[in-house]
């Protein structure tokens, strides 16, 4: 367990830490400024309020559900989803004070001990160690309250993290004595975004184009070869018209090789790349993903000297080397808020993968986003 005591603000202790079941006796008599089901694409009632679909949440994080009846309510639909993993929600409101409404319960496992995290909220620690099969049991709903949060950041965050396994939410309903929810602040259904990133194009351009079209992925990055876009300005064309970044994979892809150059040969074939892209409407590239992933001193110079970052990549696809379509699916489930991962225009594995890709994004609340030229970290588009 335990619910930390409360009151430093001046709340009243949570009257149902110590109960082994069910909300009651959990009562905010303030106006509602919004619900959340968490880790649901739907909505859900409960106890008389809307939970609305689940949205706010930030850094990787999963969504699960149950078909298994909840103990101590007589509506679980709410408590039947849950997102679980160390994460937080970010909620945009106006400066001012909220109590907040949490709900639990343990979906996933059958004994003690093997679930137990940390929940705060604006800052405040409200559970420590909390193993919710050893306090109440498997599916069994737990709610407690947390009142009188000072907001002065514009946003109200609710903070679980693992220590044992996941973090888990059912839902929560945030409750206002003088502010409301931020409506200047747009809502992004993106919990963290993800690089996918292509490599040694332009070539299978209008299936893969299509492939990520179908599926709503956008934007991805293709890191071409300057040798490989004449005769193919029309590909680079579609890649931007489709909204995707096209970045610098150098000239030649083998011989000569980048990494073996002066510092003067290795600018000149960034910047004929670069130049051949921006002739076919493209934009100067920031960002140098050298062949190989091997760099060298001369070629972070030329790099520089251009106004680029040199950048490999978070994860490999392996898909020139054998990975099939699933092994590339998994890799991608790999990754977490920022990263990117590697992948081919030459691998049938990693285009037949396009679809599974955006099901697994979507179901981790992860979207395809566009790298940073500053950074290379994959953020919002
Ligand atoms: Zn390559």
């Known amino acids: 367990m335990v619910s930390l005591a409360l009151g430093a603000c001046g709340g009243s202790p949570d009257s149902s830490s110590s109960s082994s079941s069910s ?3 959990v009562s905010i008599n303030l106006p509602l400024v919004l619900a959340i089901n968490a880790g649901s694409t739907s909505s859900a009632s409960y106890d008389g309020i809307t939970y609305e679909a689940d949205k706010y949440s930030r850094a990787s994080s999963g969504a699960s559900s149950t078909t298994e009846s909840i103990i101590g309510v007589s509506d679980g639909t709410m408590f039947q989803t849950e997102r679980w993993g160390t994460y937080s929600y970010e909620i ?3 400066d001012g004070t909220y109590s907040v409404k949490l709900h639990h319960a343990e979906l996933y ?5 093997l679930r137990s995290f940390n929940l705060s909220v604006e800052g405040r620690p409200v559970l420590s160690n909390m193993d919710l099969f050893d306090d109440f049991g498997r599916n069994v709903a737990y709610t407690h309250a947390v009142e009188d949060i000072n907001v002065n950041d514009g946003v109200l965050d609710i903070t679980l993290e693992g220590v044992v396994d996941n973090g888990t939410l059912s839902g929560f309903a945030i409750y ?3 502010g ?4 200047s602040v747009p809502v992004s259904n993106c919990s963290g975004y993800v690089g996918l990133t292509y490599d040694d194009g332009p070539q299978n351009t209008a299936r893969i184009l299509q492939a990520l079209r179908d ?3 956008s934007p991805v990055t293709f890191f071409v070869n ?5 005769g193919k300005e029309s590909a680079i064309q579609q890649m931007i018209a489709d909204g995707h970044q096209v970045q610098n994979h150098a000239f030649y892809h083998e011989q000569p090789m980048l990494n073996g150059m002066s510092v003067a040969d290795a600018t000149d074939s960034l910047k004929r790349t670069s130049d051949l892209i921006v002739s076919a409407g493209g934009s100067a590239t920031t960002i140098l993903r050298p062949p190989r992933g091997q760099t060298s001193n001369n070629i972070e110079s030329a790099a520089a000297s251009l106004g680029m970052i040199v950048h490999n990549w978070s994860i490999d696809a392996m898909d020139y080397n054998g990975a099939s379509t699933a092994d590339v699916v998994n890799s991608v489930g790999q990754l977490q808020d920022g990263q990117d991962i590697l992948m081919h225009t030459f691998a049938d594995a990693s285009i037949n993968a396009i679809p599974q890709i955006a099901a697994l994004l979507k179901s981790k609340g992860l ?3 566009r790298l940073d030229p500053n950074t290379a970290r994959a953020v919002a588009p």
Not at 180 to 183: A, N, P, R, V
Not at 226 to 230: C, K, L, S, V, Y
């Open 92 to 94: 945009p409101v106006t």
């Open 23 to 25: 909300s009651s006796g």
């Open 226 to 230: 300057g040798e490989r876009i004449a």
């Open 367 to 369: 979207c395809p986003g």
């Open 176 to 178: 206002s004595n003088n």
């Open 180 to 183: 409301e929810i931020d409506t």
């Open 215 to 217: 599926n709503n992925l």
């Open 109 to 113: 496992h059958d004994d003690s001990g």
